[in-house]
C-alpha cells in the first residue's frame, strides 16, 4: 500500500509543507526513520531527530517551526500523535480489509452471507449460520451450525466457533481462538469413573470485543457463558462454561475464569490470575498477576495480590517481612536467650 | 432438532400429562423457561416456578401433583434430574453426529477408514492411519501417519495428531488440541548453542479420555507419554514428553506438567498448577489451584498447597500468620523494647 | 522407514558383528527391546540386558565383547549414546522430511517458493510471500502476505504467520503457533471504553529458533518483537509485544512475557513464570517455575524465584520459616508471657 504526503494531509485534515508527491508504505519511528516511511513528532524531547531524520514524512504540530533546513515533508495538525494513530488505524483497516469468497471454502447452502464478505481458503460455514456484511474470515477457521456473527467483524486464521454461538459486530477473533468447547463437567460416578455432564448451552459474546490467539472460552452448561461489549481478552486465557465477564474488563495473558464466576465491569485483571469458580468480583477491582482469588471481592475498586489473593498494600506489607524472616526468626532466639538468662538471675 | 413431548416420553420412560404433541426444540431452567423448550423440576424449592413457567414440558417427579393448573405438559418420571441429564445426553449425542466424507478432505489411499465415519473439508488423514468406526472429524484437522484411532471418538476442528500416536475409543478432543508435538528436549552445547535431541517417541491415549480445547500433549523423547483410561484434561494444559497420568484422574486448565512425571490415578489437579519434572505423585492426591509441587508426593489422598507445594493446612495455616506479619513484628520489637528496660534494672 | 544393519553400520561408521541383512523400522530401550528395533548400550549397569534383550540391533562400544552368546547383531562404535542420537536424528529427519507442493493449498501468484520444498494439502500462502529452500509447511497452515521464511524450516499443522513476519533459517514451529497477532493495547477513553491502538509491527524470528505448540509470539505496536538465534520455546507461552529474547535462551511451559521486555542471552527461564512488561533480565539469569519478575534483573547469572521474585536462597530460607510460622507464633506468645512474669517480679 502507498500513500502520498498529499494523501495522508487529506486523510488527517493536516497542512501541507514540502513535497507533496512523495510516496511512503511504512510507519517509523522518528529516530530511525528510513526513506519511504512516515513519522509523528509529537514530544518535544524528540525534536532534534527531525534534522537528522531520513523519513520522507513527518506529522507535526501546527505550532512547529523548523530552526534548521528539514529533508522530510511536514504535515501540521493540531494533535500529531492523535492523527498519526488514526492514520494506523486506517492503514490497518485496509491491510486487513479483503473480499470475495473462495472458492475454496466451504459453505452449507442454509447459511446467510452478508454483504461484502472476505471468506478465505478452507473456511467452513455451517448450516443457518448467519454472517454479517463486512465480515473478514481468514483461512482455516471453522464456524458451526446456527451461529450468529454480527457485522464487521475480524476473524484470523483457524479459529473455531462451535454450533449455537452468537458474536457480535465489531468484534475481532485472533489466530486459534476457540469459541463454544465443552465446559469441564464430569459427575463422580461410584466406581471412580466420570460421566461426561452435556453442555449444551452456548457462548454470547457482545461488541466490540477482542480475543487474542488461542484463547479458549467454553459453553455454558446450559443456559450462556456471556462477554460483554468491550471486553478485551489477552492471548491463552481460558473462560470456563458459564462464566460473565461485564463491559469493559480486560484480562491479561493465561489467567483462568473457572466456572459461573462473575466478573464485574471496568476491571483489569493481570496475566496469569486465577479465579475460583462460582465467585463474584465487583465492578473496577484490579488483580494483580499471578493472584489466585478464591472468594468473591465486593468491594469496588478493591485491588487484590497474592495467592490466596489479599489486598494488595497488605500482601506488599507482609512480603517484606517474609523476605526478612530469617531476621525475626534470629531476634526471636535472641529475646529468648536473654530471656532466660534474666529469669536466671530472678531465681 | 425437534421433538414432541411423546418423544421425550418416550425416550426418558416417563408418564404424560398433558398435550403429547407439543414441540420443543430447546432446553431452559424452569424459572426462565420459554415456549418450545423442555425443562425440569428436581429441587422442591423451585416448585412455585412451575405455576409461571412458559416452559413447554417440564419433567417431575413421580409424586409430584400440582396444586393449581400448569401450562406446560408434564412428564413424570422417577428421578427428574437423571432424565433430564439422559434427554441432554441424548440431544448432544444426536447433534455431533454427522456421517460422511468430504470430498474437500485429503485422505492418504492407505488409510483404513471404518464404518460410519464422519471426516469434515479440510482433514487431512496421512499414510496408514486406522479410523475406527462411529468416528467423528470435524474440519481441518490434521492427523499424520500410522496413528490408530479407536472406535466412537469424537475429534472438532483443528485438531493436530502427529505420526504414531494411538488414540482409544470413546475419546473426545476438542479444537485446537495437539497430541504429539516434539518433547521439549535440548542438549546444551559448549558453544552455549543447543543441540535437539530428537523425539521419537509417540502418544498413547487410552478409552474415555477427554482432551480440552489447546491443549497440548507431547511425544515422548523414546517410549510413550501416556494419558490412561478416563482421564478428563481441561482446556491449555501442557502435558510434557514421557509423563504418565493413571486413570481416572482430573487436571483444570493451565496447568503443566513436566517431562517424566507420574501422576497417580484418581487424583484431582487444580487449575495452574506447575508439577515438576520425573516426580511421582500417589493416587487420590489432590493438589489446588497454582500449586507447584516440587518433591514427590508419596502418600495416597494427601492434599497440597503452596508453591513450593506443602500440605493444605499447614499452608493455610501459615498464610494467616503470613497476613499478620505486622502484628508479629511490631510484637518482637515491643519485647525486645521491654527486654532492654528489664536489663537495665537487673543490672 | 527400515534400515538393515548394513544401512546403519554405515550411517553411523561402526564396526558389525552378526547379521548385516537384519531390518529394523523402530528403537527401543535395551531392557525392553522388540524384534525390528535397534537399541544401544552405552551405561555399563544395563550390559546384562544384552544378552537377553530381543532388540534385532544394539550399538556397543568399541571395546565390548560380550561373556555369553547374543541374539543381536551387533554394531560396535566410539561413542554409543552419540552414535544413537545421531541415528534418531537421521530417522526423524528422514521421517518429517517430505516433498511435493500439494494442488490441494492456495498459493498466491506472487509468492516465491524455494526448491525442494513440501506443502501439504490446505496450506494458504499469500502475496508476495517467500518461502525459502527445502522448507516443509504441513496441513492447515496459515501464512499472510509479505512473511519471509528462510531455508530448511519445518512448520507443523495449523500453524499461523501474520503479515510481514520474518522467519530465519532452520526454524521449527510446532502445531497451533501463532505468530504475529495483534499486541495487546488498547487506549482506555474517558467513557470507560478502550479504543484499540493499532499493531502495524511485526515478529523476527532468528535462524535456529524452535517454538513449542499453541505458543503465541505478539507482533510489534511498531518496530519488531525479536527472537533472537537459537532460542527454544516450549508449548503454551506468551510473548507479548515488542519483547526481546536474546540468543540460545530456553523458556519452559506456560510462561507469560509482558510488552517490551528485554530478556538476556543463555538464561533458563522455567515454566509459568510471569515477566512484567519493559523489565530488563540481564544474560545467563535462571528463573525458577511460577516465579512473578517485577523488576529489572540486572545481575548476570542471578537466579531468582517467588513471586515477586527474589534471590532464590533468600526465598527458600525465608519459606522455611513461612512453613514453621506456627511455631514462631508459638514462641512469641511464650515470651510475652514470661516477660510479663518477670515483669510483675521486678515491680
Chains 1, 2, 3 share one sequence.
Request: glycine content about 10%; hydrophobic content about 40%; some cysteine.
Amino acid at each position: 500500500m502507498k500513500f502520498t504526503a498529499n494523501d495522508i494531509a487529506n486523510l488527517i485534515e493536516g497542512k501541507l509543507e514540502g513535497d507533496p508527491g512523495v510516496i511512503v508504505n511504512k510507519v517509523s519511528k522518528i529516530e530511525d526513520g528510513q526513506p519511504g516511511s512516515v513519522s509523528f513528532l509529537a514530544n518535544p524531547k524528540y525534536t532534534p531527530y527531525i534534522y537528522t531524520s531520513n523519513a520522507s514524512i513527518v506529522i507535526v504540530d501546527d505550532h512547529f517551526e523548523p530552526e534548521k533546513p528539514v529533508k522530510p515533508t511536514l504535515i501540521k495538525v493540531n494533535d500529531p500523535y492523535g492523527a498519526f494513530a488514526k492514520l494506523l488505524e486506517i492503514y490497518n483497516n485496509i491491510k486487513h480489509k479483503k473480499s470475495g469468497i473462495s472458492d475454496k471454502s466451504d459453505i452449507a447452502e442454509t447459511a446467510k452471507i452478508g454483504k461484502n464478505v472476505f471468506i478465505g481458503p478452507f473456511v467452513s460455514i455451517g448450516e443457518n449460520t448467519e454472517i454479517g456484511d463486512n465480515v473478514n474470515i481468514y483461512a482455516n477457521t471453522f464456524i458451526g451450525e446456527n451461529v450468529k456473527i454480527g457485522a464487521d467483524c475480524l476473524i484470523f486464521s483457524n479459529v473455531n466457533i462451535y454450533p449455537d454461538c452468537m458474536i457480535g459486530a465489531n468484534v475481532t477473533l485472533h489466530a486459534g481462538v476457540v469459541i463454544g468447547s465443552d465446559g469441564f463437567g464430569f459427575a463422580p460416578q461410584q466406581d471412580n469413573n466420570y460421566k461426561k455432564v452435556a453442555q449444551i448451552g452456548n457462548v454470547i459474546i457482545e461488541d466490540h470485543v477482542e480475543i487474542g490467539a488461542n484463547t479458549t472460552i467454553d459453553r455454558a452448561t446450559m443456559g450462556s457463558t456471556i462477554i460483554r461489549k468491550g471486553v478485551k481478552l489477552d492471548n491463552l486465557i481460558q473462560i470456563a462454561h458459564n462464566v460473565e465477564v461485564d463491559e469493559n474488563t480486560v484480562i491479561a495473558a493465561l489467567t483462568g475464569v473457572s466456572g459461573s464466576a462473575k466478573i464485574g465491569r471496568n476491571c483489569m485483571i493481570g496475566g496469569q490470575v486465577g479465579i475460583v469458580g462460582h465467585l463474584q468480583i465487583a465492578d473496577e477491582v484490579r488483580i494483580a498477576a499471578q493472584a489466585g482469588v478464591s472468594s468473591s471481592i465486593k468491594e469496588k475498586g478493591f485491588t487484590a495480590l497474592g495467592s490466596p489473593a489479599i489486598d494488595y498494600n497488605n500482601y506488599k506489607k507482609s512480603y517484606i517481612h517474609f523476605k526478612n524472616l530469617q531476621t525475626l526468626v534470629d531476634k526471636i532466639a535472641y529475646l529468648e536467650k536473654e530471656l532466660k538468662k534474666l529469669k536466671a538471675k530472678n531465681n
